[in-house]
């Protein structure tokens, strides 16, 4: 049974940071390009972040120069550090691997 679990969530003021963490079992993780993706009430899904197995990573405009998306094989883990949070970061984010998806983690960007 493959599983995805985010952790790392929760309140935070504008400018602060949060760092994601994404455990995976029952897969090969080390095989896929992991991605992370967030979702705020009324929109749609949207991709924030994806690393490839080599670790090369991607990122969607709006994040670029402040999230960084990591991975570690051996732990079967993927991150994503978010540093200068701003209120439009406020969602529920997801990991996913090939076609799994975690549960997700709501991120509060407020004062």
């Known amino acids: 049974q493959v599983q995805l679990v985010e952790s790392g969530g929760g309140l935070v003021q504008p400018g602060g940071s949060l760092r994601l963490s994404c455990a995976g079992s029952?897969?090969?993780?080390?095989?896929?390009?992991m991605g992370w993706y967030r979702q705020a009430p009324g929109n749609q899904r949207e991709l924030v972040a994806s690393i490839t197995w080599r670790g090369v990573a991607n990122y969607a405009d709006s994040v670029k120069g402040r999230f960084t998306v990591s991975r570690d094989n051996a732990k079967n883990s993927v991150y994503l550090q978010m540093n200068s949070l701003k209120s439009e970061d406020a969602a529920v984010y997801y990991c996913k691997g090939f076609i799994y998806w975690g549960q997700g983690t709501q991120v509060t960007v407020s004062s």
């Open positions: 029952g897969m090969s993780f080390s095989d896929y390009t």
